[in-house]
């Protein structure tokens, strides 16, 4: 799997949009971009993944660039609990794959 | 209501007695999964379960065993824990290929 790079801490104030960038140069053809989150100590939570296209659902966007080496994470309208550690994955899709790495993350810090 | 069961939710042992950690899912998912987490070091995976009677080694395996004899349950077994392995392990289901990981609550378990 690519490794991906992340920043190690971002701020955002309540009520404007969180954007978590991730850089994955080494992304391949068949990879694909997943986003989780962990809240203190509880498990991960899925956000969102895509490929190539932009993604949306009911909890966020990914925007990823035409090149598909990096992507960002946006939260458009960040609330305190949106307080966590987010985690940018690249994995290869498929039946091969069983190993899924976490990196460092992102820690959000969502203030008033 | 689908999710991933862990039990217990905090373990203090003492080294060298033999312990198991339980994990269940109710979602009929084929892929199962443990991971450790540690202050610093991020998620680590330690085994897999691509299926019924099918496991193998993710990074951290030492010291660690698993089992998939029915597609619901995964237990990991540590037959003689060390301090080393005190941790706050997590346990997670995924269905479909590119489907998103389902993690349990946690175990926060104490070697002593």
């Given at each position: 799997?690519?490794?991906?790079?992340?920043?190690?801490?971002?701020?955002?104030?309540?009520?404007?949009?969180?954007?978590?960038?991730?850089?994955?140069?080494?992304?391949?053809?068949?990879?694909?971009?997943?986003?989780?989150?962990?809240?203190?100590?509880?498990?991960?939570?899925?956000i969102?993944?895509?490929?190539?296209?932009?993604?949306?659902?009911?909890?966020?966007?990914?925007?990823?660039?035409?090149?598909?080496?990096?992507?960002?994470?946006?939260?458009?309208?960040?609330?305190?609990?949106?307080t966590?550690?987010?985690?940018?994955?690249?994995?290869?899709?498929?039946?091969?794959?069983?190993?899924?790495?976490?990196?460092?993350?992102?820690?959000?810090?969502?203030?008033? | 209501?689908?999710?991933?069961?862990?039990?217990?939710?905090?373990?203090?042992?003492?080294?060298?007695?033999?312990?198991?950690?339980?994990?269940?899912?109710?979602?009929?998912?084929?892929?199962?999964?443990?991971?450790?987490?540690?202050?610093?070091l991020?998620l680590?995976?330690?085994?897999?379960?691509?299926?019924?009677?099918?496991?193998?080694?993710g990074?951290?395996?030492?010291?660690?065993?698993?089992?998939?004899?029915?597609?619901?349950?995964?237990?990991?077994?540590?037959?003689?824990?060390s301090?080393?392995?005190?941790?706050?392990?997590?346990?997670?289901?995924?269905?479909?290929?590119?489907?998103?990981?389902?993690?349990?609550?946690?175990?926060?378990?104490?070697?002593?």
């Amino acid at each position: 799997d690519a490794k991906t790079t992340q920043p190690t801490s971002m701020d955002c104030a309540e009520g404007r949009a969180a954007n978590l960038p991730c850089n994955h140069s080494t992304i391949s053809g068949n990879e694909y971009v997943y986003w989780y989150r962990q809240i203190h100590s509880q498990g991960p939570q899925y956000i969102i993944h895509g490929l190539k296209n932009n993604e949306t659902n009911e909890m966020a966007s990914l925007i990823i660039t035409e090149d598909r080496k990096s992507s960002t994470l946006i939260l458009p309208h960040a609330t305190l609990r949106d307080t966590a550690v987010y985690y940018c994955i690249v994995r290869a899709g498929g039946t091969s794959y069983g190993k899924l790495t976490f990196g460092q993350g992102t820690i959000l810090t969502v203030h008033p | 209501e689908a999710q991933v069961t862990q039990n217990p939710r905090y373990l203090i042992t003492v080294t060298g007695k033999k312990l198991t950690v339980t994990c269940s899912q109710n979602m009929n998912h084929e892929y199962m999964s443990w991971y450790r987490q540690d202050p610093g070091l991020g998620l680590r995976q330690i085994y897999y379960s691509m299926n019924v009677e099918v496991t193998d080694k993710g990074d951290v395996p030492e010291g660690y065993k698993v089992s998939r004899k029915e597609k619901r349950n995964f237990p990991l077994i540590l037959e003689s824990p060390s301090p080393n392995q005190t941790s706050l392990y997590f346990c997670a289901s995924r269905g479909q290929i590119r489907e998103k990981l389902f993690f349990g609550s946690g175990t926060q378990l104490s070697v002593l």
